[in-house]
T-cell receptor
Framework: RKEVEQDPGPFNVPEGATVAFNCTYS??????FFWYRQDCRKEPKLLMS???SGNEDGRFTAQLNRASQYISLLIRDSKLSDSATYLC?????????????FGKGTLLTVNP | NAGVTQTPKFQVLKTGQSMTLQCAQD?????MYWYRQDPGMGLRLIYY???????DKGEVPNGYNVSRLNKREFSLRLESAAPSQTSVYFC????????????FGPGTRLLVL
């Protein structure tokens, strides 16, 4: 299994749709999990951290399943402004807390 | 409050030339990072500095050196640029470590001919 693997995408959805992204990670010792968002030719920005109990921020819901080493991001009522690449990020390679591993990203395009 | 700033924004080098990428943050963060982003590869950590005075190698350190000049500034140097170093370079910082939010600079687009 690759260290962090995401849905290859791209995802093209209409406004108002619900879309879900999945991510798996290989290091069972990983402790921190995040979703970042990256707009075209821009820097990544934190969308949300992912907690064991799951967490929600408005239209966005993140879930973590440690047993399956699986992270998900659900976007409800998609907006045009949600169009971006979504990066799954996991910390801890080789026991180092400083080595974040980024997934390759999933491109989302929300269409009018 | 500018966050994380990087200079230059764009650079073209010839093989063998050297250059330094500059990064500064004004958030009083302890940890700083350098990443490179290549198509189809995702972001990869080059070097990091857990705190002022310390630096450590990341996943892809070969061909690079870094200096944590002070708490604010973390520079990345290419001593002898190679075409394989053509990439987008991002600097980032976080308050105490990667378990916290990382704030990224706008990136430097480097082309090595």
């Amino acid at each position: 299994r690759k260290e962090v693997e995401q849905d290859p995408g791209p995802f093209n959805v209409p406004e108002g749709a619900t879309v879900a992204f999945n991510c798996t990670y290989s290091n069972s010792a990983s402790q921190s999990f995040f979703w970042y968002r990256q707009d075209c030719r821009k820097e990544p920005k934190l969308l949300m951290s992912v907690y064991s109990s799951g967490n929600e921020d408005g239209r966005f819901t993140a879930q973590l399943n440690r047993a399956s080493q699986y992270i998900s991001l659900l976007i409800r009522d998609s907006k045009l402004s949600d169009s971006a690449t979504y990066l799954c990020v996991v910390n801890g390679r080789g026991g180092s807390n400083y080595k974040l591993t980024f997934g390759k990203g999933t491109l989302l395009t929300v269409n009018p | 409050n500018a966050g994380v700033t990087q200079t230059p924004k764009f650079q073209v080098l010839k093989t063998g030339q050297s250059m330094t990428l500059q990064c500064a943050q004004d958030m009083n963060h302890n940890s700083m990072y350098w990443y490179r982003q290549d198509p189809g590869m995702g972001l990869r950590l080059i070097y990091y500095s857990a705190s002022e005075g310390t630096t450590d190698k990341g996943e892809v350190p070969n061909g690079y050196n870094v200096s944590r000049l002070n708490k604010r500034e973390f520079s990345l140097r290419l001593e002898s640029a190679a075409p394989s170093q053509t990439s987008v370079y991002f600097c980032a910082s976080s308050e105490f470590g990667p378990q916290e939010t990382q704030y990224f600079g706008p990136g430097t687009r480097l082309l090595v001919l």
